[in-house]
């Protein structure tokens, strides 16, 4: 079945400082991934839509240069949080939809929880 | 008005209960409907999808009634290992996000 992996699973960090977290389809290809956001007890909330080659598509309110997202190849999508702060801790998601045969399945990374002291 | 809304819950319920969650949905565009599970501080993991005419997976039912823009699960002789939040997930079609619901926690107790 199809596999997400992202790494690091948990980061603690100081403030000011620049957290990458990597989501790679380990035995498919994803022209599209997705980063959620999930804060305690609410909902996932999708923060850019990252397509291979191209750039991501941000959603409103969420800051494209503090929250860069490269998707360089099929397999890979990275997110770097640049200049963390204590609000930007959450646990954060990454999915990704594979192409053909139940397309709008997504398969989500296991989450990457970033604490900012 | 929140584009998927659930009852958070908690259901607190014993061992061998049925119980039913609902969700509705603001944009009558939608075309695809899931349910996922999210345990404890891990990743949503789905469930089931939800098709028009209603499915059945083992104990686990869902409905869709688009008419009134709804959605529910039925989960039948429920085990301690249901515990979790239940999500209700929404998107336009094949290439357009998913929406998320807060989730319905569900606790299964012995």
């Known amino acids: 079945g199809a596999v997400v992996s992202q790494h690091p699973s948990w980061v603690i960090c100081k403030s000011g400082t620049s957290v990458k977290i990597e989501c790679r389809s380990l035995d498919f290809q994803a022209t599209t991934m997705f980063w959620y956001r999930q804060f305690p007890k609410q909902s996932l909330m999708l923060m850019a839509t990252s397509n291979e080659g191209s750039k991501a598509t941000y959603e409103q309110g969420v800051e494209k240069d503090k929250f860069l997202i490269n998707h360089a190849s099929l397999t890979l999508s990275t997110l770097t949080v640049t200049s963390a702060h204590p609000e930007d801790s959450s646990f954060y998601i990454c999915?990704?939809?594979?192409?053909?045969?139940?397309?709008?399945?997504?398969?989500f990374g296991a989450g990457s929880r970033l604490t900012v002291l | 008005r929140k584009e998927v809304e659930q009852d958070p819950g908690p259901f607190n319920v014993p061992e061998g209960a049925t119980v039913a969650f609902n969700c509705t949905y603001s944009n009558s565009a939608s075309q695809s409907f899931f349910w996922y599970r999210q345990d404890c501080r891990k990743e949503p993991k789905l469930l089931m999808s939800v098709y028009s005419s209603g499915n059945e997976d083992g104990r686990f039912t869902a409905q869709l009634n688009r008419a009134s823009q709804y959605i529910s699960l039925l989960i039948r002789d429920s085990k301690l290992s249901d515990s979790a939040t239940y999500l209700c997930?929404?998107?336009?079609?094949?290439?357009?996000?998913?929406?998320f619901g807060k989730g319905t926690r569900l606790s299964v107790i012995a």
């Open positions: 999915s990704a939809r594979r192409t053909g045969v139940g397309a709008n399945v997504l398969t």
């Open positions: 997930v929404v998107s336009l079609s094949g290439n357009t996000p998913l929406v």
